[in-house]
Every structure is written in C-alpha cells, then in structure tokens.
C-alpha cells in the first residue's frame, strides 16, 4: 500500500478546476462560521478524499433559480452548477411533474418501458436533426460515452478511438482513456488500448474569439495523416465546442473533420454532454457547424439539474445489434429521470430559454470585450451564446498566465456572492444558468470586474 504523500501545489493539475487544498483555499475557509467549518470537517472524516471535491469548499443548503445558498444563509449566484443547470436550480415546472412522477411511477424494472420514457424519445427525436432518430439512455454522461464507443465498437468491428488531448469525456477508466486530462489518466494503470489522441482546436479568430490562434488547419492536416497510417480507427469523439476551457473551432472545422473521417469509415461521436439544450445558443451546439455527426450523447442538466440522466442518439441505421448489450445499466429507462428530461424540454421551449440565450449573448460578448480592453490582465476573452471564458495573464505582451492572480479573483467574487470554476489554472469559466435575466448578469459581472480591477491595479504597480 502506498503512503500518503504530502502534496505540493504547483503539481497539481489544475485543468479540469481549480484546486481544492491551495493556501487561499484554506484561508477562505478559515472565514466561515464555525458550523460550517463543523459541517465541512464531518465530510472529510467520512467521504474519501480527491482532487476537485473532498476537501469541499462550503456547506450548500438551499438552491433555487440562479442561486445556491450556504447553511449560513449567504447567497452565491452559481456560473458553475456542474454545467447542469440549464433551466436553473429546483425549477418548478420539474419539480411538480416530477412530484406527480414520484406518486405514480418513480422505478421499473428491466424488461418493461414507461410511458415517460417513450415520451422523451419521440420528443427528442422530433427536435434532433432527421438522421438522429434512435436513442438510448444512460445514468450518467461517461456512461453515456461508453455506450456510444461500444456501439461504434459493435458497428466498425474496430476499437481505436481517436479524441484530443486536454478533453474531458467524464471520470470512468474507459473515459480516462479517451479524455487528454493527466489528473484523470496518471497511476492508473494502463488504459483502454487503441485510445489516440491528437492536439485540441485553439481559440478561432471568428465569430465567437477575438484572439487569432487558430490551428485548425494543422489538427486537419494531422488527422489525415493519422488516420492514413491506422487506417483502421473506430471513431473520433471530441466536444463540438470545449465546455470547459470554451474553446471553439472555426465553422467549417467539424465538416471537413467528418469529410476525412468518412475516407477513412471511421464514425464521428459528439459528446454534447454539457454544452447541449441551448448553452450555446442552439438546442445541439453542433448545429453551428452545419453539420451532423453520426452519433451524439447529452447529459448533465438534461435531468433538470435533479436527476442523473444522460441520452446516447444515433440513427436507425446503426440499430443493427440487437444481440448484444449496448448499454443494460439498472436505470436506463428510469420514468422519474425520463420525466425529469421530458420536463425540461418542455420548460425550454415554453418559456423560450433559447431567445434568452441568444439575446444575452451580445450583452455579454459586450461587456467582456469591454473589460479586455480596459485591463491588460486579460490576455483572451472567447465564448457563445452563455458559455464564456477569460482568460487571466500577467501581462498582454508576456503571456505568462496568471494563476494566483486568477485564484485571488475567485475567492474575492465568492467573497462578493459569485461562484464560478476556474480551469487550467488561469481561465475563468462562467457558466450561468440560461434563465438568468439582463440585471442579474449586470450584478455578476460588475463583481467580476471590480475583482479583475483590483488585481490589475496590483499588477500594474508592481
Ligand atoms: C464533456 C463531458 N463529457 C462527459 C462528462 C461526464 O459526465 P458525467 O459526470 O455525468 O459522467 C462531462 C462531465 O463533466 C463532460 O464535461
């Protein structure tokens, strides 16, 4: 058995979030009240300990629309919500049918359908592009993924995937495979055999960034060489737009992506994972590239943010091995998380979430454009629809990142009632759920700039 090490800082890695046991995230915590600290020492008795989650950060007790609220009352408006919560926290709508859910059909077991569950796929489907007319459902998004390689598996005869470097595809041994992130894939032993992988996009100089680091055409050139010399790869999976760091490629990359995978007979699988029901502007955030890849999966909030559910979709095409299992997970057809998804559907587009996502964006492309010209530590600002990122620095000419700096602004906005991740150490990531109105987003990214001010002001005497 191993002993416990202790761990230095900067070893850390910090792509997927910001650290959980960094010094000023003990000092935030030395702030709390003694309850809390009570509260938050009983968790790190009993839940095992690891990176991005035990040691916790604070004690959550209540949440509701675009707030959490700690057990000392305090308030946080929540641009992180795990990407989870498209239509806010505890929306109501979901809450009641799932309540009617609850007293009628709340489990069933195998063998059998539900009346939910159908209902969410001819929904579903009827919103998905015509050639994503199958689905299946998972518990979870890496399970989601998993079932989406097997079947690509199944269908090929082959197993190597290909995906990029710095993704994320979720935290299972066979996604750990698959994602580019060291924490996830490090003294795991070995991983899945035949997992591939090639550079991510950058940041495109186009509709969505303003900062030119496209790189597209060398990641196309690569591929092509790549699949040229394997020539018998199972698929290619990758985030259409990377949630996490948001970087998003040119409008034409995920054409001819598919055009040399189709060369080569080897599937395109999108994990929509986070960005999908309206994120990005669009139901699927594929639809931005005018194209459609042959199979999808979506997770997260599709369970309203209540109920773990994710959603394998393919077309019909591929439903040809129906003597194997693709997925056969407990609760795959589960009615109360199909109602959940059904309901949330319903709730995007009854109450046009999609139109809100859209006209938000441009206030706050607007106001983040603004905020990079006024201080020089935001080297890069890039987003869509209400997925947005900046990107800390030491200065614009150095571009050093500047990941203390970037921790300090945290914990001073959290301080000021805005929670947000950081990922790769220097990269703010706000994530909003898409119901939050103009005067809240006004609040939050005032304290966001009274935060940046502070360390530019710091920066520029120094
Ligand atoms: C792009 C992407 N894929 C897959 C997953 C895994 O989803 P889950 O945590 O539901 O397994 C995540 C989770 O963060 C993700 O961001």
Redesign the pocket.
């Known amino acids: 058995m191993k002993e416990k090490k202790p761990i230095n800082i900067h070893e850390v890695d910090q792509s997927e979030g910001d650290s959980n046991q960094s010094d000023l995230r003990r000092n935030w915590q030395e702030k709390r009240s003694a309850q809390t600290k009570k509260q938050l020492a009983e968790d790190e008795k009993y839940f095992i300990h690891q990176a991005l989650s035990t040691p916790c950060l604070n004690v959550i007790q209540e949440c509701e629309g675009i707030y959490l609220t700690d057990i000392e009352g305090k308030k946080y408006m929540d641009f992180h919500g ?2 989870a919560h498209q239509i806010g926290f505890r929306n109501n709508y979901v809450v009641e049918r799932l309540k009617q859910q609850l007293d009628v059909l709340p489990f069933t077991t195998r063998r059998y359908t539900n009346l939910p569950a159908i209902e969410l796929a001819k929904k579903i489907t009827s919103i998905a592009p015509e050639s994503l007319n199958k689905v299946l459902y998972a518990p ?4 989601a ?1 998993g079932m989406a390689i097997k079947l690509a598996r199944y269908l090929t005869g082959r197993y190597k995937i290909i995906s990029m470097w710095e ?6 041994l066979d ?1 750990a495979s698959y994602s580019g992130e060291p924490m996830f894939r490090e003294n795991t032993g070995p991983l899945m055999p035949g997992s591939l992988h090639i550079p991510p996009f950058s940041n495109y100089n186009g509709l969505w960034c303003d900062d030119n680091k496209d790189n597209s055409e060398k990641i196309l050139e690569y591929l092509e060489y790549m699949l040229g010399k394997e020539k018998d790869v199972c698929a290619l999976l990758a ?1 259409p737009i990377r ?2 760091s948001v970087h998003i490629p040119p409008a034409d990359f995920w054409k001819n992506v598919q055009y040399i995978c189709n060369q080569y007979n080897t599937l395109l699988i999108f ?1 929509e ?2 960005v999908c029901l309206g994120r990005t502007g669009r139901f699927f955030a594929f639809e931005h590239f005018n194209m459609v890849p042959d199979i999808v999966t979506m ?2 909030g599709l369970g309203g943010g209540i109920m ?1 559910f ?1 959603m394998v979709m393919a077309n019909e095409k591929f439903d040809i091995v129906s003597h194997k299992a693709v997925g056969h997970y407990t609760h795959e057809k589960n009615p109360l998380a199909a109602r959940a998804a059904l309901a949330t559907i319903e709730y995007i587009e009854n109450e046009f979430v999609l139109v809100n996502v859209r006209q938000h964006q441009d206030y706050v492309r607007g106001r983040l454009m603004h905020l990079k010209g006024t201080y020089d530590i935001i080297g890069d600002v890039r987003g869509i629809g209400l997925l947005w990122a900046i990107e800390l620095v030491e200065n614009r000419s150095s571009k050093e990142p500047a990941s203390l700096a970037t921790e300090r602004i945290m914990y001073r906005c959290l301080d000021n009632g805005l929670s947000f991740k950081i990922t790769g150490g220097n990269i703010i990531t706000l994530i909003p759920p898409l119901t939050i109105t103009e005067p809240e987003l006004d609040t939050a990214l005032n304290i966001i700039e009274d935060a940046i001010k502070q360390e530019n002001n710091k920066s520029s005497q120094s």
């Open positions: 795990n990407s979870g998004g890496a399970t993924n993704a994320f595809h979720g935290a299972s996604m985030e949630n996490t994990d994972i986070p997770g997260k773990p994710a």
